[in-house]
């Protein structure tokens, strides 16, 4: 008699694919929505753009490759690496930066690899280095959050809709995210207190919200079980211990404070969403604390001393390389041996 014999990882109760990547989509609303709030409806224009040119470039590569079309688009992952991607974009990005990021992202990162499960680096974060390297201009532009100062005001629909398809003066467009800002003006105590978006609530303004909608976004995931805490914990605990040395053992006016890193730019965003990728991240549970401890570090290396004001898709990236050498050595114990089969050592 044939026996079905499976490897491991086995799921303990009934789910798939396109189950879990609908829940990563349904996690990221508030974050959308805080996005729109502070910055128009260009956020989700992008996601719309976004999603078309993922969904098209998927089809068409199946097709090429010869795979059942309807199967794999029904597993969503690419419409979850086109949100993503959107939600890193600034909202005032032109459509065209959309479809190249989107179409390489889906075409090079995922499917020159061999399609979901086989690609060594995440795919959203690919495409947004690679806009961010070649189009620096038009990926750093960003509106000034709504209610900064009576001056600002949030584009409606369609001034969104024209910002994107038929542009603008970049120049014109005089915002900056909270960390760009503490970057630029960094030893200039008094250029900082009077800077009125590093002064929200509890840190940069507009941004404070949209990293506390991507935390509850990313709490939803670890109780649905869609990821575990493991991740974001290491990550938010690296950057939480580097930034409260620097802020308050060497120099607060060089060095922005916990909060201020926190809850700026795309840390929860990273953290929740884009480090916890099953596919190209540790799989251990000591791993991913390694791996996310090491994102973090990462992050706040470049953001401190590199030459970006943001630096989580280069962390994710550089930390991508690394998660098969963390597996390898934090195996778990297998049932029935004395020691984890680790590193160079022999199993029992």
Not at 141 to 149: F, I
Not at 161 to 168: I, M, S
Not at 230 to 256: C, E, K
Not at 273 to 288: C, H, Q
């Amino acid at each position: 008699m044939a026996l079905l014999s499976v490897t491991s990882p086995h799921i303990h109760k009934p789910g798939n694919t396109g189950g879990f990547m609908r829940q990563v989509l349904y996690a990221t609303l508030p974050g959308l929505f805080m996005l729109t709030y502070f910055f128009g409806f260009g956020t989700l224009i992008n996601v719309v753009i976004a999603s078309a040119v993922a969904m098209g470039c998927e089809a068409l590569i199946l097709k090429v490759r010869n795979k059942p079309i309807a199967f794999y688009l029904n597993d969503y992952s690419a419409v979850v690496t086109a949100v993503l991607l959107a939600l890193a974009i600034p909202p005032t990005a032109p459509w065209w930066l959309t479809v190249i990021g989107c179409a390489f992202a889906i075409v090079v990162a995922k499917h020159l690899y061999g399609g979901l499960g086989m690609n060594p680096f995440n795919p959203a974060m690919v495409g947004y280095v690679l806009l961010l390297i070649s189009f620096p201009k038009e990926m750093t532009t960003w509106l000034p959050a709504a209610g900064l100062d009576n001056s600002v005001n949030v584009p409606g629909v369609f001034e969104s809709l024209r910002l994107t398809f038929l542009g603008t003066n970049p120049d014109a467009l005089s915002g900056a995210t909270p960390l760009d800002t503490f970057k630029t003006y960094a030893g200039q105590p008094e250029v900082l207190d009077s800077n009125a978006i590093l002064h929200g609530t509890f840190a940069g303004y507009g941004w404070e919200w949209v990293n506390i909608a991507f935390l509850l976004g990313g709490v939803y995931l670890i109780w649905k079980k869609i990821i575990t805490w493991h991740i974001p914990a290491g990550m938010l605990l690296s950057i939480f211990l580097l930034s409260g040395f620097f802020n308050t053992a060497v120099d607060a006016d060089n060095y922005p404070s916990i909060m201020h890193h926190l809850l700026s730019g795309g840390t929860m965003l990273g953290a929740f969403f884009i480090a916890t990728d099953p596919v190209t991240a540790a799989t251990s549970n000591r791993g991913k604390i390694i791996y996310g401890f090491l994102i973090g570090l990462l992050t706040y290396v470049i953001r401190t001393w590199g030459g970006y004001p943001d630096a989580v898709a280069f962390s994710v990236l550089l930390m991508n390389l690394a998660a098969p050498t963390l597996d390898y050595y934090t195996q778990p114990r297998t049932y029935g041996h004395r020691q984890p089969n680790k590193g160079l050592a022999k199993p029992d």
